[in-house]
């Protein structure tokens, strides 16, 4: 792999509460190479937006980063001022939201959001910058860009919606983009739509996407990598085809059953008895270990971790070995 | 890869297809038809006020959420309808459970013979999809659940109420001192686990279920379809299931029908539309949804997106983004025809 555009090294995330520190995120590592989708999965909790938003310098308190370091391009950004984060922040990582209207100023038209985005961020004038706004809402797909561009958010679908604020996100020609479940409250036939402009823009424009999702079939058809939370760890982490196939950890396994095939129909779908611990309930060792199968005394007492190999899972048994055994 | 997941995951029983409840042990009435819907539609008047609309010279606008819809659904089978926002599915849905009454046509439910002998109408109790609306928060769980045995006087005293609480409890999964506790200590599964029992509190004979595991984890989700499964095979339930997920609704259904802009596309027994898909919106529904069995990379996303109820295409309300459209298409509104045991609107199928 080339030397990544984000590396995510042993972050840890606290929330300071009224009985004492919980902890969030728990040693999550991991990188992400130019051009490429790494797609994020886990139940809700799981951690998969905290992990997002620190990359982005959006953690607000009581959160905060408690260890680790996330570089970009090589440059250790956990640590900057507010205002070099802010100006990272939409130059060098875009961010795109579930709710398209958290993005967006409902007062201002989409075309004044964009041109003014862009003034921001790059050296250019109003009139380049609205010759520019009216290029991306061809370039996401906005049909009659020519006459949208003077409508405001309200006189947009929900589909639309987001394809602007796409648009929004690339405004600066960022390098990274942080989409967090950006198709998660739009139509089968529209988050189709979407997913194949975001693949679309990794293509051609080489960005980098870190695409948060808990629909495991967007992750199969859009990531080239994808890593799973649980508790607030990447559990497993690895290429597309092989984490979803050929899972390693017990978890993984099991919630990969646990999805309804469209092609037959079964008696029962596949459970994983109980629930997601809290954070405040953590069990020692592996966090897994009370809802798994294959748990063993060293599950109860020891954290596994996560080797470094390209496809890799925190699992003390991991399921590769029974397969070749 | 399922083959390969099973023989590590030490999973019980998958993969021997269920066929409906007819399977299930024997329930009196099993596969009767329960309701009967006759050329339901439902139409709101979502003109502007009258003196704006006089003034500005609006012409009345009339929002045709469901139109002309007739099926039925047998007795202890899941009918499902699918489709995507703003078809019509949650319209229809309230007129089941009488939330909401039809401009035109009718919805009949039959009376049926129950296990403990008594005749009359079925009990219709709906389930909603976001578990943490529908529940009051400043009740206690057990309180929530014993509503409707009290107001329905189900129970005779307070003793045997709480026995039913538990018994009920135990059933969805949870245990009996969870009646103590309030809403806000269990997570989305769980609420959702104490709606359901909860309708069953009525002693539900029909369940209308809108979304009801949209708003949940996917691994929650499985544990909540599954529960769903034994119960209705355990009590002889019937559902009117509602989503707009095709592999959920694959797993769940008996009959099912598509929705697109108020009016049924296609409509008949899951197994033949999920393997047989006649209708091109059908065809390109269960082609557009990603599918991580069979992942396809390069998917091509259907174009375009659903029009407004208010001023549906002329013709056949699909032809916009059809590629089989013809002239026809867009004169002519294509009648649901039966064909073998399925119905469909295409003048070209
Ligand atoms: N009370 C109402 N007044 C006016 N329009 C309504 C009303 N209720 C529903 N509608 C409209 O009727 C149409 C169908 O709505 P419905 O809620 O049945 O859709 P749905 O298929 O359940 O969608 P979703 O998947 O988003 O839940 C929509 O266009 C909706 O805006
Ligand atoms: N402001 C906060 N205060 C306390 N805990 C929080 C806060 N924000 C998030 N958390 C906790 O951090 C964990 C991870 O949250 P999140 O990243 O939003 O999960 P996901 O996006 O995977 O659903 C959850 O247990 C959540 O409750
Ligand atoms: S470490 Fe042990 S408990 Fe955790 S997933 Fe692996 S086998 Fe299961
Ligand atoms: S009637 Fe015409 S437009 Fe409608 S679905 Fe059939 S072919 Fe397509
Ligand atoms: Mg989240
Ligand atoms: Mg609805």
């Known amino acids: 792999m080339s030397a990544p555009l984000l590396s995510v090294r042993d972050l840890r995330i606290v929330f300071d509460g009224r009985h004492g520190p919980l902890t969030a995120l728990d040693g999550v590592s991991f990188d992400i190479a130019p051009g490429e989708i790494l797609g994020v999965v886990g139940e809700s909790g799981a951690g998969k937006s905290l992990t997002g938003t620190a990359v982005i310098g959006l953690l607000d308190p009581p959160g905060r980063i408690a260890g680790g370091e996330i570089h970009l391009s090589g440059q250790r950004i956990d640590n900057l001022p507010p205002e070099p984060m802010r100006r990272l922040r939409g130059r060098r990582i875009g961010a795109i939201f579930q709710d398209p209207l958290t993005s967006l100023h409902p007062l201002l038209t989409v075309g004044d959001q964009l041109a003014e985005t862009i003034t921001t961020h790059l050296p250019v004038g109003r009139t380049e910058a609205r010759r520019r706004a009216l290029d991306l809402l061809k370039e996401v797909g906005i049909p009659a860009a020519e006459t949208r561009i003077d409508h405001y958010p309200h006189q947009f679908s929900g589909g639309m919606r987001q394809r602007v604020v796409i648009a929004l996100a690339l405004c600066a020609e960022p390098s990274l983009i942080i989409a967090d479940e950006p198709t998660t409250a739009l139509d089968v036939s529209i988050q189709a739509q979407i997913t194949t402009l975001l693949k679309r823009l990794c293509r051609e424009h080489g960005t980098s996407i870190m695409l948060v999702t808990h629909d495991m079939g967007v992750i199969a058809e859009t990531a080239d990598r994808v890593a799973v939370m649980y508790a607030g760890r990447i559990i497993e982490i690895g290429p597309v085809e092989e984490v979803t196939r050929r899972p390693h950890h017990p978890y993984t396994a099991g919630l990969m059953a646990s999805i309804p095939s469209v092609h037959a129909r079964h008696a029962t779908l596949n459970q994983i008895d109980g629930a997601m611990p809290r954070l405040n309930a953590i069990p020692p060792g592996c966090a897994f270990n009370p809802r798994c199968g294959r748990a063993d005394d060293i599950c109860r007492e020891r954290k596994p971790g996560l080797p470094p190999s390209a496809h890799a899972a925190a699992c003390h048994f991991p399921l590769k070995e029974l397969v070749h055994a | ?349």
């Not at chain 2, 129950?114 to 909603?128: E, H, L, N, W, Y």
């Not at chain 2, 309708?199 to 209308?208: G, H, Q, R």
């Not at chain 2, 598509?258 to 390109?284: N, S």
């Open chain 2, 1 to 349: 890869m399922r083959e390969q997941m099973e023989a590590v995951m030490p999973s019980p029983h998958r993969d021997e297809p269920r066929s409906g409840a007819k399977d299930g042990p024997a329930q009196a009435g099993t596969g009767d038809i329960i309701l009967d819907v006759a050329a339901a539609s439902c139409r709101f008047d979502v003109s502007a006020s009258g003196l704006s609309r006089l003034i500005a010279r609006q012409p009345r606008r009339i929002l045709r959420a469901v139109e002309d819809v007739s099926f039925t659904v047998r007795r202890g089978t899941t009918f499902s309808i699918v489709g995507e926002s703003g078809c019509g599915k949650s319209t229809l849905a309230r007129m089941v459970v009488g939330l909401q009454r039809p401009t035109e046509g009718m919805l009949n439910f039959r009376d049926i013979r129950r296990a403990d002998g008594s005749f009359g109408p079925p009990r219709v109790q709906m389930i909603f999809q976001d578990p943490y609306a529908s529940l009051n928060p400043r009740w206690r769980v057990g309180d929530i659940i014993a509503e409707p045995i009290r107001e329905l006087k189900l129970r005779p005293d307070e003793n045997s109420t709480k026995a039913r609480v538990g018994d009920l409890l135990e059933v969805v999964g949870l245990s009996r001192s969870d009646a103590s506790r309030y809403p806000h200590a269990f997570s989305g599964g769980q609420r959702q686990r104490i709606s359901i029992a909860r309708a069953l509190a009525t002693e539900a004979d029909f369940l209308v279920c809108d979304e009801p595991t949209s708003a949940l984890d996917v691994s929650v989700q499985a544990q909540i379809l599954n529960l769903m499964v034994k119960l209705q095979q355990e009590f002889g339930l019937t559902y009117l299931f509602i989503s707009h997920n095709l592999s959920v609704v694959r797993h769940m259904s008996d009959d099912l029908a598509i929705m697109y802009l108020g009016r049924f596309v296609e409509a008949g027994p899951a197994e033949q539309v999920f393997t047989r898909p006649r209708h091109p919106y059908t065809r390109l529904l269960l082609d557009t949804i990603p599918d991580v069995e069979r992942p396809n990379r390069e998917r091509r996303p259907m174009s375009g997106e659903v029009p407004s109820p208010i001023a549906p295409p002329p013709g056949c309300s699909f032809n916009p983004r059809c590629s089989l459209a013809a002239d026809i298409c867009r004169a002519e509104r294509p009648e649901l025809r039966q064909m073998g045991e399925v119905r469909i609107a295409c003048h070209f199928a």
